[in-house]
């Protein structure tokens, strides 16, 4: 007796597209869990939630703001990923968001000093990733 149907591990897929291949509808297909991680990506990462406007004008600036959020996210996992190593869209948001300096003004001299907090390996791969440069400790600022 047969557990499992003779067909078990194949998938069709129905298409109305009559003129490509049979190889690029499949690739097609397995192209989709993109757009699911994207889903993804806006719903939990950047909590993106429906915003009820009803002037056309606020409309689209709050698709466009949403938009703009994820193609960043997406250029920075990117641009991390080719120079130094795949960091989580949420790694790189906790990382960032622990990355901290202060602004310490001297009453006497008046000068203006940041100090910066200690960076994680995940962290200045971050900034490194983007050319920018962090200092650690004490630095007046001109």
């Given at each position: 007796?047969?557990?499992?149907?003779?067909?078990?591990?194949?998938?069709?897929?129905?298409?109305?597209?009559?003129?490509?291949?049979?190889?690029?509808?499949?690739?097609?297909?397995?192209?989709?869990?993109?757009?699911?991680?994207?889903?993804?990506?806006?719903?939990?990462?950047?909590?993106?939630?429906?915003?009820?406007?009803?002037?056309?004008?606020?409309?689209?600036?709050?698709?466009?703001l949403c938009?703009?959020?994820?193609?960043?996210?997406?250029?920075?996992?990117?641009?991390?990923?080719?120079q130094q190593?795949?960091?989580?869209?949420?790694?790189?948001?906790?990382?960032?968001?622990?990355?901290?300096?202060?602004?310490?003004?001297?009453?006497?001299?008046?000068?203006?000093?940041?100090?910066?907090?200690?960076?994680?390996?995940?962290?200045?791969?971050?900034?490194?990733?983007?050319?920018?440069?962090?200092?650690?400790?004490?630095?007046?600022?001109?």
């Amino acid at each position: 007796m047969l557990l499992y149907p003779l067909w078990d591990g194949f998938h069709g897929i129905i298409t109305n597209d009559t003129t490509s291949k049979s190889e690029e509808l499949l690739a097609r297909y397995r192209r989709l869990w993109v757009i699911e991680e994207s889903f993804r990506i806006q719903k939990h990462h950047l909590s993106i939630r429906p915003i009820y406007h009803f002037k056309p004008e606020r409309i689209e600036a709050h698709v466009l703001l949403c938009y703009m959020a994820f193609a960043l996210v997406r250029h920075a996992a990117y641009r991390i990923e080719v120079q130094q190593k795949k960091i989580s869209i949420q790694d790189i948001r906790s990382e960032l968001w622990r990355t901290q300096s202060s602004i310490l003004h001297d009453k006497e001299t008046g000068k203006f000093y940041r100090v910066t907090s200690k960076m994680s390996s995940e962290a200045r791969a971050i900034y490194q990733a983007f050319g920018v440069p962090r200092h650690y400790g004490t630095r007046e600022i001109v």
